[in-house]
């Protein structure tokens, strides 16, 4: 099993670039959820998903769009990238928030 | 709302000292899980332990140890005879029942000095 894996690894942007964050799981969770991590605050949650087609708002919503059309895949897209979105993006997946979080190994953005 | 609160923004301590790092959290429901992550210089994020609201007991694993306590909302974590290898930064967090969401402390970076 790879587990959660995410690309790319390491992005640049420019400001008002858009991308995605690609995430995908092979463990056939349900749960699956984009965490941004900022230093001294932790990680704080963007978006979740309980299942394919079911998505919703997290923590620090804003600038941030996600889809989940299969089990395996939770794509995070920045649609005009700011420099307060700079930060280390993790995406996780799970059985369900009760359980142990797999987690990707990060993705860290700079935005210029 | 739910909310994990961890004062300890840094610690530094010398090899096998004992070390304590704090959890308090907030939460309305009588159901609930918490959570323990390291997340070791390299920055993955490892789980390290689950305890839900109606276990209060202790939990030993090796050197590392979770004190549990409603009373005072605390979900503590203590490691014995510390080593290098225990630097990291480690989170706590807690998923009320329902709620669908994980909610993370800010994150205690551990630092053990040789």
């Known amino acids: 099993n790879a587990g959660v894996t995410q690309t790319p690894k390491f992005q640049v942007l420019k400001t008002g670039q858009s991308m995605t964050l690609q995430c995908a799981q092979d463990?056939?969770?349900?749960?699956m959820s984009w965490y941004r991590q900022d230093p001294g605050m932790g990680l704080r949650l963007i978006h979740y998903?309980?299942?394919?087609?079911?998505?919703d708002q997290g923590e620090v919503p804003n600038g941030y769009n996600v889809s989940r059309s299969t089990t395996e895949d939770f794509p995070l897209r920045l649609l005009s990238a700011a420099p307060s979105q700079t930060s280390v993006y993790f995406c996780?997946?799970?059985?369900?928030?009760?359980?142990?979080?797999?987690f990707g190994p990060g993705t860290r953005l700079t935005v210029l | 709302a739910q909310k994990v609160t961890q004062a300890q923004t840094e610690i530094s301590v010398v090899e096998k000292e004992d070390v304590t790092l704090d959890c308090v959290y907030e939460?309305?429901?009588?159901?609930?899980?918490l959570f323990w992550y390291k997340q070791p210089p390299s920055g993955e994020l490892v789980f390290l332990i689950r305890?839900?609201?109606?276990?209060?007991q202790n939990e030993i694993s090796g050197r590392y140890s979770w004190n549990f306590q409603k009373s005072t909302s605390s979900f503590n974590f203590t490691i014995t005879a510390s080593q290098v290898v225990d630097s990291a930064v480690y989170f706590c967090?807690?998923?009320?029942?329902?709620?669908?969401?994980?909610?993370f402390g800010q994150g205690t970076r551990l630092t053990i000095n040789p």
């Open positions: 996780a997946s799970s059985y369900g928030t009760y359980n142990e979080q797999f």
């Open positions: 463990m056939n969770h349900e749960y």
């Open positions: 998903s309980v299942g394919a087609g079911i998505t």
């Open positions: 939460t309305r429901d009588t159901t609930y899980y």
């Open positions: 305890r839900n609201s109606f276990d209060e």
């Open positions: 967090a807690l998923s009320e029942w329902g709620a669908q969401k994980l909610v």
